[in-house]
Nanobody, 122 residues
Framework: QVQVAESGGGSVQAGGSLRLSCKAS????????MNWYRQAPGKQRELVAS?????????DYADSVKGRFTITRDSAGNTVFLQMDTLKPEDTAVYYC??????????????WGQGTLVTVSS
């Protein structure tokens, strides 16, 4: 099993920055990727950024955040960060950390955090 927990949300003015953290625990070695999703009021949850734990630690971003958000991992390999720069009011949402991992039967499973609110004012 894998568990994740986010921290670091808050309020900021447009143009500002915030950094979110997500710490994974449990069977870290079984994680395939860690991801940040967000859900704005009245909208569907959307994938914002991904970091793949296999291979060269490649990353992927939604078009709406490319060039402004950066996903990284600490040297211990169990905490992922989302650095959010040049924030816009439309970035306001609850941000969720997700870990996609495999159980002992090689089934893909998701672990979700409780979410952290990011509010960007104009």
């Amino acid at each position: 099993q894998v568990q994740v927990a986010e921290s670091g949300g808050g309020s900021v003015q447009a143009g500002g920055s915030l950094r979110l953290s997500c710490k994974a625990s449990g069977k870290i070695f079984s994680i395939n990727s860690m991801n940040w999703y967000r859900q704005a009021p009245g909208k569907q949850r959307e994938l914002v950024a991904s970091l793949f734990f296999v291979g060269s630690l490649s990353t992927d971003y939604a078009d709406s955040v490319k060039g402004r958000f950066t996903i990284t991992r600490d040297s211990a390999g169990n905490t992922v960060f989302l650095q959010m720069d040049t924030l816009k009011p439309e970035d306001t949402a609850v941000y969720y950390c997700n870990a996609y991992y495999y159980d002992d039967n090689v089934r893909g499973l998701d672990a979700w955090g409780q979410g952290t609110l990011v509010t960007v004012s104009s």
